[in-house]
Nanobody
């Protein structure tokens, strides 16, 4: 059974940082590209970043380049998202996903507020 379990969310002040983790199990992690997506209150899903199977290639929308960094540790079957200089508009539930699939985690809440 595929499982994706996010962690690391929380309440942070504007300008702060968080590192999200996604523990993967039930599939061969390093066979797949992975992604982070988010959903802000009352809004649709927004793609945040993607990474290829071995971490050599990473992808971001322009709005997140320079603040967010996706990475993975295939030895630990774990995906990460380092988020710096957080803004209130980054408040959302963040999900990890096997890219192009219907497999998602349960999400972790990130709230950016003073």
């Amino acid at each position: 059974e595929v499982q994706l379990v996010e962690s690391g969310g929380g309440l942070v002040q504007p300008g702060g940082s968080l590192r999200l983790s996604c523990a993967a199990s039930g599939f061969t992690f390093d066979d797949y590209a992975m992604s982070w997506v988010r959903q802000a209150p009352g809004k649709g899903l927004e793609w945040v970043s993607g990474i290829n199977w071995n971490g050599d290639y990473t992808y971001y929308p322009e709005s997140m380049k320079g603040r967010f960094t996706i990475s993975r540790d295939n030895a630990k079957n774990t995906l990460y998202l380092q988020m710096n200089n957080l803004k209130p508009e980054d408040t959302a539930v963040y999900y990890c996903r096997i890219s192009g699939s219907s497999y998602w985690g349960q999400g972790t809440q990130v709230t950016v507020s003073s």
